[in-house]
């Protein structure tokens, strides 16, 4: 028995990770462990090393369409409060910010914020037990076809570092609105956006982009992904929003 002090989603995680394990209600004569995990196996080496990632070094999603995303890890906090409560960007905020052009900065610049981004998500799918079972990843489309999105350009670097093969996903509008600047019953038309052509039958996807808002882009993305015929969908970004 796992016992430990975190999110359900942590639990999620771990279930996710280790197939043959089994979250549990939490028992009333131990309020002090709000998290319990059965095995009936002997655990891998790394599931402390894991713990510890969930625990400290990213950020679990919280998913509210799980029968078409499993489950999703953010690198950090778009937005961080300072001391006096005042909102400042993450460094790993201002390194998409650089790669998206929000920043005045030069090629030498961009390209080594691209860099570092790439580096800290291939450090994180490779130590994040379940990310690393990912056999395609998909690199969400941007909102304009003839400009090519920080997202996508980021998923293209993570599936070369990591030497995972590429799922395209083409995106049926030409243009659309920025999915943070919709309305929210327009995000809803988001979950039909995107296609994938290729067969992923009992395929473990991994989206990747840059930003997580609503949810409504990776939701999309994800359903493409399932009606393709993977068999789970995992999410990784390399912010998120402090509303999502």
Known sequence: MLRFRSSPE???????ALPRAAAIRPNHDEPEWPQRIRMDFTPPDELFDFLALLEHKVLLIKVHRKSILAGAVALDWYQRPDAT??????????????????????PTQREAARRELCEHMSEVVTKHLWLATATRILPTPGHSATTPSSGARLGRDLATALKIPITEVSARSAERKQAKNMHPW????LIREFDVAEDLTGQTVLVVDDIYHSGATMAGVAFAAQRAGAENVLGLVAARVLRS
């Open 10 to 16: 942590a639990a999620e995680h771990i279930v996710g």
């Open 85 to 106: 409560g005042k909102l400042g960007f993450s460094s790993t905020a201002t390194r998409v910010r650089l790669l998206k052009g929000y920043t005045p900065s030069t």
């Open 186 to 189: 327009e995000r809803t038309s």
